[in-house]
């Protein structure tokens, strides 16, 4: 690259870093990083992802589970029903990365301590820092994949802004064969399908790992608290198996599916939150 064109480079990322930010501050809700937000419900649950030996077991659990199933599809287990064609196809892994590989609890902790609602500047800045460690368990499985020849992709919804930043986080915390191809980021919607079609359309996805339904199936976005239980319990017998799922009691689509995905300011979250607990 010439010193030009790299300047050039450098200058569209930093005037696309500049301008999210006005339009995230020019578009901020009650609640956002402009107004002091207490976060204090969320102790607990970062609490809980970063000190209880709990998790962390939860989270070997989690990749024992991929790894036995991915055993058990090469030892022809799970593909007697399979088509010919899709026997032949090759085989991919699809996960998520935020609170699926890496660890982004200290984001949190920082929002918490700091009173700062979830906001993009903050987001983009901890992501530049390349300082997410990986899940326990996810560096041995997806690399065991990788050494069975099995195409590992990660879809996120990270912007695509912060690809760069993303592939030197995975490649500095141990993960192997991390590209621009099999990295993933949201460009223009945030459902995950499309982009798990594209995969599927050139590979046989194996299984699917994240921490959020939405990373599955699209069947289960924006659904109701209630529906969202409907549809998980129609697909009991898939659970541990085609799809896993990592714990997160920080944030997800979970919380949103509670405040019925309304732009609500923090007093009506914290009603909302109250409201929905059930009691004796």
């Known amino acids: ?10 200058g569209f990322v930093v005037s696309s870093i500049i301008s999210t930010y006005f339009v995230a501050v020019s578009t901020a809700q009650p609640g956002t990083a402009s107004v002091a937000a207490d976060n204090e419900y969320q102790v607990g649950a970062v609490l809980w992802m970063q000190k ?3 998790f962390r077991a939860l989270s070997y659990q989690a990749f024992n589970l991929a790894r036995w199933h991915l055993d058990a599809d090469f030892e022809k287990k799970n593909v007697k029903k399979l088509s010919r064609s899709e026997r032949k196809m090759p085989r991919a892994v699809v996960v998520d990365i935020d609170e699926t590989v890496l660890d982004n609890s200290p984001a949190q902790a920082f929002a ?14 901890w992501g530049e820092m390349r300082k ?5 368990g996810s560096i041995d499985f997806l690399n065991y994949a990788n050494s069975k020849g099995i195409k590992v992709f990660y879809v996120s919804n990270r ?3 912060q690809k760069q930043a993303t592939i030197d986080n ?3 915390v141990g993960f192997a064969d991390i590209s621009s191809e099999n990295v993933m980021l949201r460009t223009a919607e945030s459902g995950k399908e499309n982009r798990r079609k594209a995969i599927a359309a050139k590979y046989r996805i194996v299984l699917l790992m994240g921490d959020n339904l939405d990373d599955f199936s699209d069947m289960f976005e924006k659904k109701s608290v209630s529906d969202r239980f409907f549809e998980v319990d129609k697909l009991k017998d898939i659970w541990g198996k085609k799809f896993i799922v990592l714990p ?3 944030y997800g689509t979970w919380e949103s599916a509670v405040y019925e995905y309304e732009r609500l ?3 009506q979250k914290t009603q909302k939150r109250a409201d929905a607990l059930e009691l004796p």
């Open 132 to 136: 997410a460690r990986a899940l326990p």
């Open 52 to 54: 209880a030996a709990e």
């Open 248 to 250: 997160n009691a920080m």
């Open 159 to 161: 912007d695509e802004l």
């Open 1 to 10: 690259m010439t010193p030009k064109n790299y300047f050039l480079s450098i």
């Open 265 to 267: 300011n923090q007093a």
């Open 112 to 125: 918490i301590k700091n009173r700062r609602a979830f906001n993009l500047p903050d987001w983009y800045a």
């Open 170 to 172: 995975l490649k500095s």
